[in-house]
């Protein structure tokens, strides 16, 4: 058995494509699975409403050509976020994670990364975080009883931007079903802007872990950084993530539009592989 598996981010690639063409760019790139997005956009909420057959047409696939989608990115809690003070927005919430929950366990995703925000486009308040925490146990509820993992992104925003603040949640709700899903990139961000280390950082989830975002960046910016061109320490970050247990990995990237777009998604999946392969070398594969 691979001591570890890599998968491909979909927005990696052309929106354009049809999910036969996706799975075949992933297995093709070396991948070995795909997350799946969910983000705020109607177009992506709508397949929590995909039918029974639509779900099965997607399970047949993946079978057919021999990569499945694992993992799940569920960013739509950032239009319709836990904490939302429009008592309707949070109903939004809970339904959308429901249903991302049944949808995960037909397509035998295991992982939905959840986003580490109480709200987004209002200002945070003691209000808004108390009924994140509320709702959040409830989601955490909901995944327990599919046996599906929740891991927190690691964000942009300084409510939950590193580990140590996601394992407040963590450690409140108590559930080996809840996790930390970390950001590479955000999380050195956000050291450099506190004067801090992601290494120590990362330590404080030990053994809560879910996965890890390979995703680059430079400081002040948090997308679509080509991958070895910005200050995030890959080798670092990778052997820290090994040593606490880590054994899936994303690369998250996004298509930008380019003509060599596959190229780019080859180069991230090779060049990443190649660290990690060396990492697992040294501690024998453990």
């Known amino acids: 058995m691979k001591a570890y598996a890599i998968g491909l981010y979909e927005k990696a690639m052309p929106k354009a494509l049809s999910w036969r063409e996706k799975l ?6 070396g991948y070995d699975f795909v997350e799946i997005s969910i983000d705020e956009t109607d177009e992506k909420l709508s397949r929590l409403d995909w039918s029974r057959a639509e779900r099965q047409e997607l399970t047949a696939l993946m079978a057919e050509v021999g990569l499945p989608i694992r993992s799940m990115c569920l960013s739509g809690h950032r239009k319709y976020p836990f904490g939302a003070s429009d008592p309707a927005a949070r109903e939004k919430s809970m339904e959308i994670m429901e249903k991302a929950v049944v949808l995960a366990d ?8 959840l986003a580490g925000y109480d709200v987004y486009y209002e200002p945070g308040t003691a209000g808004s975080e108390r009924l994140f925490r ?7 509820a909901m995944a327990a009883s599919r046996g599906i993992l929740l891991g927190f992104e690691t ?5 939950m931007n590193t580990t140590q603040k996601a394992m407040k949640y963590v450690d409140l709700i108590n559930s080996p079903y809840l996790g930390v899903y970390p950001d590479s990139g955000n999380l050195t961000n956000a050291a450099l802007a506190a004067g801090g280390s992601v290494l120590a950082d990362l330590e404080t989830g030990r053994g809560h872990l879910v996965a890890l ?7 002040g910016k948090f997308r679509e950084i080509p991958f070895l061109t910005g200050h995030v320490d890959f080798p670092a970050v990778i052997g820290k993530a090994w040593d606490l247990g880590v054994r899936r990995y994303v690369t998250e990237m996004w298509d930008v539009g380019k003509a060599d777009w596959k190229e780019d998604i080859l180069f991230a999946r090779t060049q990443m592989s190649a660290l990690i392969d060396v990492v697992a070398a040294a501690k024998g594969g453990r």
Not at 24 to 29: P, T
Not at 134 to 140: D, G, R, S, V
Not at 213 to 219: A, C, D, G, N, R
């Open 213 to 219: 975002h390979l995703k680059e960046t430079v400081p």
């Open 134 to 140: 509320e709702n959040l146990a409830k989601a955490t």
């Open 155 to 159: 964000m942009e925003t300084d409510f």
């Open 106 to 113: 037909d397509l035998g995703i295991r992982v939905i990364q």
């Open 24 to 29: 075949l760019c992933a297995k093709e790139c």
